[in-house]
């Protein structure tokens, strides 16, 4: 069989000069292989650039590290941003590139370790054809490709903390420490322990690790959005100081994790230093998943604004705001149905102050984690009524909370997105706006568009007309894949234009983006602008 030159769709000498200017731009989008030396790097390193002639390209690390190299130490390409762009033209990329997020996501096989044999079952297609399109398209096979996360987020937990070589091994994916030691040393010809011959740098509490983004990056924009909602207790965001805080509650192997988190942007660096407690070592890698997801940092501005720059030339730095807790942000989703971003935050406050555990954290103001699914799936109608929470949105939270803690519903990143968008509409007071929202914040879903959304349908100047959602829909097609993206721009771009509530004004576009949690149930004469 066939398979793909790893360095074909690759142009050697624009990726050279990236390399010569270490544009960030291009940090994960490919990684350079020094035939001198038998490292591979990312085109941020900041060693002494090395001769054109002994450098090779290639897309994926595991790529390189097919080929023969081991990942530089310096600029460690496990902390380069995933790089997964996919195209609607051609069926087989988007199933290769499908199974590879599948592989990169450790939420979506839960407990389970993944396999080719489950990879295929999932896609729906035969073990031979897996193997087949993952070599195509990247040239290596899925248990490679896998080897290789596996291995980078390894030699990340190794560098960044001082977590046991057992608890490395096993949160990193490999069934024993034996196979982890013999994996580790045939590729990069080191024994993990020599990762720590200097010992980590420690905060007085917790730890923490280094993750990158490629530029630009709004960073005011993401923390406003947070800030705007946050809840009091739960979470903290300071655009100005480029700080995210927040508790966490992550249940696997079934029981529940509780602890806290806090990041703090660089951008002169395009990197974000996360700093998580202890009580959460168990699950580094998921919370690491987890926040990358909320804050969008695997995002590549160059293929998203290639198809949307020419409509919304001022939003290339924007990104699309993610959460931690898919079935947290469905419930804040649903408290936000018709109200106000205030109300809503009011609404949650009190929902965290009834049903959430306290717990201790170090940084003041975060004392409590939002309620489990089993709490709210265990409360009464009366009990949320008492909150202020109507009727319809008691039936669809208690809905939400019992699906969940069921494991009949998954709101992660690895979830079919199609399937569970039917799910979520089939609950009561679940329309379609809510359920695309939730596809595009809680799935990570980049081609989630609420087709019927009012502010969209001013900003794109079809409001008023009886087809507006059809016309709404028509033009996104020009922006496929990335419509979650081009929702985002549209809205920022068309809010000068919008009336806004009275109680509920903010100059910044992060204001009301989440405001736009509208369902198709609804009074079409209550309905007012998102």
């Known amino acids: 069989m066939g398979t793909m030159d790893p360095e074909a769709t690759l142009h050697p000498d624009a990726c050279y000069l990236a390399l010569k200017a270490r544009d960030a731009r291009f940090d994960g989008c490919f990684f350079t292989a020094v035939t001198s030396t038998g490292i591979y790097c990312r085109p941020v390193c900041r060693v002494r650039t090395p001769r054109r002639e002994n450098c090779r390209f290639f897309r994926h690390a595991a790529q390189a590290e097919s080929a023969g190299f081991r990942p530089c130490l310096r ?67 899925p248990v490679q490709y896998l080897q290789t996360r596996r291995l980078l987020t390894a030699k990340q937990l190794l560098a960044d903390t001082d977590l046991p070589i057992t608890h490395v091994a096993l949160a990193s994916g490999f069934a024993s420490v034996r196979r982890f030691n013999a994996a580790f040393l045939e590729h990069y010809r080191l024994n993990p322990t020599q990762l720590r011959r200097e010992g980590p740098r420690r905060p007085a509490r917790g730890i923490t690790i280094r993750l990158a983004y490629r530029p630009p990056y709004d960073v005011q924009a993401m923390l406003g959005f947070f800030a705007k909602r946050a809840i009091a207790g739960v979470e903290l965001a300071d655009p100005a100081a480029g700080t995210l805080a927040r508790t966490l509650s992550i249940e696997t192997g079934g029981r529940s994790q509780g602890g806290w988190l806090a990041a703090q942007f660089e951008p002169e660096r395009h990197q974000v230093a996360l700093r998580v407690s202890d009580s959460l070592r168990d699950v580094l890698p998921l919370v690491i998943h987890r926040l990358r997801a909320a804050l969008d940092l695997d995002a590549d501005p160059r293929a998203i604004n290639g198809v949307l720059h020419a409509s919304f030339p001022q939003g290339d730095a924007l990104r699309v705001p993610g959460c931690l807790s898919g079935y947290e942000l469905a419930v804040r989703a649903v408290l936000g149905q018709q109200v106000t971003v205030a109300a809503a935050r009011t609404l949650a406050r009190r929902l965290v102050e009834r049903f959430g555990e306290p717990i201790e954290t170090p940084i003041a103001g975060l004392a409590r984690l939002f309620p489990e699914p089993a709490a709210l799936a265990r409360a009464g109608g009366d009990a949320l009524g008492q909150l202020g929470i109507v009727k319809q949105r008691q039936a669809a939270i208690l809905a939400i909370a019992q699906a969940v803690a069921g494991n009949r519903l998954l709101l992660h ?21 809510t359920a695309q929202y939730i596809a595009m914040r809680a799935l990570r879903w980049p081609d989630a568009f609420p087709a019927g959304d009012v502010a969209l349908h001013k900003a794109l100047g079809v409001q008023g007309r009886s087809n507006a959602a059809r016309a709404a829909e028509s033009a996104s097609q020009a922006w496929r894949p990335w419509r979650s993206y081009a929702v985002i721009r549209a809205w920022a771009a068309g809010r000068a234009g919008l009336e806004e509530p009275a109680t509920d004004s903010d100059p910044s576009m992060t204001s009301w983006i989440a405001d736009r949690v509208r369902n198709d149930k609804e009074r079409p004469w209550d309905r007012r602008h998102p």
């Open 413 to 433: 990143g690895g979830a079919d997105v199609q399937a569970t968008v039917e799910a979520l509409r089939q609950l009561p007071g679940i329309g379609d706006w």
């Open 75 to 141: 600029c460690r390409p496990e902390l380069a941003p995933q790089s997964l762009a996919w195209s609607t033209q051609d069926a087989s990329s988007i199933l290769a590139h499908q199974a590879a997020r599948w592989l990169d996501n450790p939420e979506a096989w839960g407990d389970a370790q993944p396999s080719v044999e489950q990879l295929a079952a999932r896609l729906g297609v035969s073990d031979r054809h897996v193997r087949r399109i993952f070599e195509t398209h990247f040239g290596v096979s």
